[in-house]
């Protein structure tokens, strides 16, 4: 079944790995990655991102659908950090993500959308399996127009001389 997407639509997205393994694991790669795929794929499909949130084994977003094409930004952001995954776990034919787990729901008015965006914010410390610890990078706050410098290629796409930095708020 085809899902609707509309313009102007507000969503809470949940992105959970297979299995619930830790496939998202905390590495300044890992999380230059996520970045780099997040704000690659807001950008192209007109998407901003309120705030997010990477763990282990999990993502949160709280993000607002300008153009419609919700499901082209998923499938991006989707498809880059599985095969990221893969590679960078030397594996292949292994789903990164769970069909089962992940979902995307529509946030309707403000107070609801105020309630995802501290959900999302707070949730790494809220985890009761953290036992204390960040399960993750941590949250970011932003919209397209505020990518970090994360990846930057001084000779092309596909540069060996790509500089890696550490995840920052912002």
Same mark, same amino acid.
Request: charged share 20%; glycine share 8%; net charge positive.
């Given at each position: 079944?085809?899902?609707?997407?509309?313009?102007?639509?507000?969503?809470?997205?949940?992105?959970?790995?297979?299995?619930?393994?830790?496939?998202?694991?905390?590495?300044?790669?890992?999380?230059?990655?996520?970045?780099?795929?997040?704000?690659?794929?807001?950008?192209?499909?007109?998407?901003?991102?309120?705030?997010?949130?990477?763990?282990?084994?999990?993502?949160?977003?709280?993000?607002?659908?300008?153009?419609?094409?919700? +499901?082209?930004?998923? *499938?991006?952001?989707? /498809?880059?950090?599985?095969?990221?995954?893969?590679?960078?776990?030397? =594996? $292949?034919?292994?789903?990164?993500?769970?069909?089962?787990?992940?979902?995307?729901?529509?946030?309707?008015?403000?107070?609801?959308?105020?309630?995802?965006?501290?959900?999302?914010?707070?949730?790494?410390?809220?985890?009761?399996? +953290?036992?204390?610890? *960040?399960?993750?990078? /941590?949250?970011?706050?932003?919209?397209?127009?505020?990518?970090?410098? =994360? $990846?930057?290629?001084?000779?092309?796409?596909?540069?060996?001389?790509?500089?890696?930095?550490?995840?920052?708020?912002?």
């Amino acid at each position: 079944m085809t899902t609707v997407r509309l313009p102007g639509t507000t969503y809470f997205v949940t992105g959970v790995c297979e299995r619930h393994e830790f496939r998202l694991k905390p590495s300044p790669e890992t999380n230059a990655a996520f970045v780099v795929a997040t704000m690659e794929a807001a950008d192209r499909h007109g998407v901003d991102v309120i705030a997010v949130c990477q763990m282990s084994s999990q993502n949160h977003a709280v993000v607002h659908d300008w153009t419609g094409f919700m +499901s082209d930004y998923l *499938r991006d952001f989707h /498809g880059v950090m599985g095969r990221y995954g893969s590679a960078r776990d030397e =594996v $292949v034919n292994c789903k990164f993500w769970s069909s089962q787990d992940s979902d995307t729901m529509v946030l309707g008015d403000v107070s609801t959308i105020l309630e995802k965006v501290a959900y999302t914010l707070a949730n790494p410390t809220k985890d009761s399996s +953290s036992r204390g610890r *960040r399960t993750g990078m /941590g949250c970011a706050r932003g919209s397209r127009t505020s990518v970090p410098d =994360v $990846v930057r290629s001084t000779s092309g796409p596909n540069a060996s001389s790509t500089k890696m930095v550490p995840f920052q708020r912002w």
